[in-house]
């Protein structure tokens, strides 16, 4: 979801989100990529440049999620202290 979330924003590059999503290396990043890819949430365009340049962007069955995962983050603002709080218990919501 974070992935879509930041690839709203407009046409990304691995690179970008990458440094947007530190905790995410490259492999699990590109798996998630193509899985979206597969799921016709994003496309992905390659340019024939060298080094190639790749970004990816969501498409239209993609933006249909975008006030779903907004919805979420509401929710997850909303009960934020909350979720905090399991957290630090070790109990998971």
């Not at 440094?19 to 890819?37: D, M, T, W, Y």
Request: neutral net charge; aromatic residues 8%.
């Amino acid at each position: 979801m974070r992935l879509l979330w930041f690839i709203i924003e407009g046409f990304q590059r691995p690179s970008e989100l990458q440094r947007k999503i530190p905790g995410a290396s490259s492999r699990v990043l590109n798996v998630q990529l193509k899985e979206l890819e597969n799921h016709e949430l994003v496309e992905k365009i390659i340019y024939p440049v060298v080094p190639p340049k790749v970004e990816y962007f969501l498409t239209e069955f993609g933006k249909s999620l975008i006030p779903v995962i907004g919805a979420i983050g509401q929710w997850g603002d909303e009960h934020d202290q909350r979720l905090r709080t399991l957290i630090e218990k070790n109990i998971q919501p």
